[in-house]
């Protein structure tokens, strides 16, 4: 273990593995539980990193890591601001550019100056570092913006004011930060406004060269062929954290700038390989917010909490009451912006790494300078991250639901291929109501669907416009059944990696046992039903006159009166819990209960009229 790292104190070394272990792996385990009992992960890893850090002192980040870990921690930050730039398509910029123009633009100074005076005349601080103060909470990342949204499932339209404004405003704020810093370390030696100014377009010069051009040269080398699959993931990593250096050395702060915009123009360079990139760089980010909001907290120290007073405590409020609120409403005056949307984006803005580290760097140099209340930009700071991660985490969620701002199609079943059978399996789920959506590239086999009131997609699904398609949103689950197995496949894997591989189903292949050279079974979607049964078989049991019913499990109906009167040859094709949310059912259907509704497929002789679902909740298969 020495010989790697001779120059390093044994001791101090494996304090700091035990630390670095620590945090990821409790990073994990607070996403895991986020996601497991739907709380917002943020709350939980402010909450560990509190446990970790202040209240059992069982890590140190500024002792455990030393000095390197502001550099560690911007450029995670890089990345994660690329990450977010990539998922900022411009097609969603067509539906929100008026209000999102504003929110950056309009909605930053007046953040900024409303901020400055809430400092000033609430919470006591001069009026230079009350204008340091405001420009470093004019920001709301997208390392607490994006968990936050990904839990509230809020509509495409709303989310994506809040993620434009997010990924947008954070360089902006930290750029408008360095340049107030500036002025305050320089006000006093010369043209300060003319130094700032420079600066200011030397930051934009090098963020369009360093991030527009790097981003464009290498998806010219993408496309090319120049860079082969395994090293395109590696190579952008790279490219971030040497465009983010090279931005630095040249201006002060403009490196997050520099690779948001390198973001943006790859993610909209139509890249075939973005996807498979995209959900790397996902999971990379996962990990690395993770480590940031836990060392982030675990970085407080008694001396920030015992700093804090009463004015700094109505600051803070002032601030998620009075000067958000107030900033978003004036910005946002006479857009299509509808009051629902404006209500929660003035509420919903949450601080996080940025606007920490932000303050972390700029105090101890304010205060050498004789900024002496400079020493309460840090705990001002955390004291308004915790409130607004604690308040916005709780109740967006709440509040998306009371304003009506959650996704149509929530919970939503996407079936592929309208087919008479599909069809017929559309129209039984969406009379029981499940919001069901069948989805061809053929207008008229849609026919019979929207007859019959089925929802429909006409188009393909594994396009661009399906991805911007509102009525695709949210899905909840997917059922491929067209003639082709391969298309299917194709199918399913595109949406595995969003949904889980265990919501993508397809028919049985039944070439799969008697041809090793169809589809693995690995690189495919989970074969549907209870029965090993191929789609063309579906259709022609559908033309014999086998028909599809739904069951209701009770107390006095119970899985074993189901199952023994139902036929042998009989399919199982879902399960609709209490819960409302389809279950496809593969081979290995689970456990019955009370509330079940079961679909199933049956043959003609053993049919009878299914009675009513909610009046009458019988069985409808007769013994």
Known sequence: ??????????????????????????????QWLAWRFRLPAIVLLAACGLVLGPITGWIQPSLDFGPGLGAVTSLFVAIILFEGGLNLQFHELRETAQVTRRLTSVGVLLAWIIGIAMAHWVGGLSWAVSALLGAILVVTGPTVIMPLLKHAKLNRRTASYLKWEGIINDPIGVLLAVLVYQYLLYSGEGPALQSVAASLGLALAVSAVLGGGVAYTLGHCFRQGWIPEYLKAPSIIAAVLAVYALSDLVQHESGLLSTTLMGVVMGNMGLRSLDEMRRFKEYITIILVSFLFVVLTASLTMASIQAIHWQLIAMVFGFVFVVRPLAVFLATIRTDCSWQDRVLIAWIAPRGVVAAASAGAFAPALIEAGFSDAEYLVPAVFMLIFATILAHGFSLGPLTK???????????????????????????LAKIGQDVVIADTEWGRLQSARQQGVSTWFGEVLSEMADEAMALDNIYTVLAATGNNHYNSMVCNHYAPHLGRHRVFQPFDSGYERNKRVVAETRRGITAFSSNVSFAELWTRMIRGWVIRKTVITDTYTEKDFLAKLPEDAVRLAIIPE??????????????QTGDTVISFIPPESSEPAPELEPEPAPSLPA
Do not use: D, Y
């Not at 120059?7 to 070394?13: K, P």
């Not at 409302?580 to 019955?592: A, D, F, V």
């Open 402 to 428: 009371l304003l009506k701002l959650g996704s149509p199609g929530k919970g939503r079943v996407l079936i592929v291929g309208a087919s008479p059978w599909t069809v017929e399996l559309a129209n039984s």
């Open 579 to 592: 819960s409302g949310k389809l279950e496809w059912l593969s081979q290995k259907p689970r456990k019955l």
């Open 1 to 30: 273990m020495t010989s790697f790292a001779p120059q390093i104190n044994q001791e101090l070394h494996k304090k700091m593995i035990t630390a670095l272990v620590s945090i990821l792996v409790a990073g994990i385990i607070c």
